[in-house]
């Protein structure tokens, strides 16, 4: 990976790799978190690892949830990551297995493992990632991190997200368990889940300007197939 990439080099291959337009409402969202993503990727101490991948993937098919059309979607996402000069293909694997992992577990199971307390049978390699982050002091933390960390707690205890006082205390288990910077990450958490609701509803008022638009092109159409349906009457009368 070359680490002296600018956002202007970064932002070029993403064009490069993904050619057509985006949608106007979803263009924010794809720039914030290509330039996020290269900032991340460019500094010394970055290290892929598959927590921070299912954060970009949930960040993204959270943020750009109904985009059309869907092949464009999948195109973008590949570009996302091509720009970095990583595969696309390894993050959505390693999201997947991640996902499966915490369907299979209770909430209280995840929570443990996370924090390095529960072992689970197959997943040392995994944990050894959250080891090597717990006892690294440079390690590079970053928001789409934390949301992959999230992920898996919404995963296994879908009211997560609602109680705020049961999310907080089950963060803070996790930085203190991480070594993480507790109020970084509760902002961080909090700011994402204030921006789904954001583009949530703009997302909304987007779809209602789309219908009211469609009625008033029907509704424009019926009054003109009225038009020539008198005009018709009337032409057959004069007859």
Sequence with gaps: MNNNRTVS???????????????????RVVEELLVE???????????YNPFYGLGVVTAY???????????DKISIFNALIQAQEEDPNKYRTDAKGLEDLARQLSASDMLSWICLSNNIDNTQYLQDYLRGISENSKFRYSRLFAIGLFTLLEIVDTEFIKEQEKRTEALKKVCQALNLLEEKLLKDIDL?????ERIA?????????????????????????NISTTANNTSEDSE
């Design 61 to 71: 098919d959270r943020f750009m949830q109904g985009y059309s059309p869907e092949q």
């Design 192 to 196: 994402y889940l204030s921006n789904l």
């Design 201 to 225: 509803q703009a997302r909304s008022a987007m779809e209602d300007t789309l219908e009211a638009a469609k009625k008033k092109r029907e509704q424009r159409r019926l009054e003109k197939e």
């Design 9 to 27: 080099d970064t932002k070029k291959a993403f064009y490069n790799f993904h050619t057509r337009p985006i949608n106007s409402i979803y263009n």
């Design 37 to 47: 993503m290269h900032l991340i990727s460019v500094n010394a101490n970055y290290s």
